[in-house]
């Protein structure tokens, strides 16, 4: 009867160790996760040469790309996004509708998600 408590105890042990383990992980992934679509999505070459990017998240207008990362954004005349965060100006969206006033505009997203034309 001892032997077979003792090997309740241990593998009550060892699945406690392993939820313990599992519940770190997953705060630690929490805590590190990115919070937006930002990112490399194409080479930028390509996306001069066609005009607009066939890999990158598409937007329906202006207002859901308060989901990207805060910073700022480069709209060009075909409604392509870029983020202007270096000097590599990266495409990260393209929008389905946008006005002509909208086109070859620079924008920017706080930490909120609120969108804002850049003057100048």
């Known amino acids: 009867m001892s032997i077979e408590k003792s090997r309740r105890g241990e593998h009550f042990k060892i699945a406690l160790g392993a939820v313990v383990g ?3 992980l997953s705060v630690l992934a929490f805590m590190s996760g990115h ?3 930002t990112g490399y999505v194409v080479d930028s070459d390509s996306v001069a040469e066609s005009g607009s990017p066939e890999t990158v998240a598409e937007f329906e207008d202006l207002s859901s790309l ?3 990362s805060p910073g700022t954004y480069y709209i060009d005349s075909y409604g392509t996004v870029y983020w202007l965060g270096d000097s590599s100006r990266v495409a990260v969206g393209g929008l389905n509708y946008f006005t002509e006033s ?3 505009r620079m ?3 706080d930490n909120e998600g609120n969108l804002g034309y850049l003057i100048g």
């Open 35 to 37: 919070k937006g679509v």
């Open 107 to 109: 924008i920017y997203i």
């Open 22 to 24: 599992v519940i770190l």
């Open 102 to 104: 909208q086109k070859n």
């Open 66 to 68: 308060s989901s990207l």
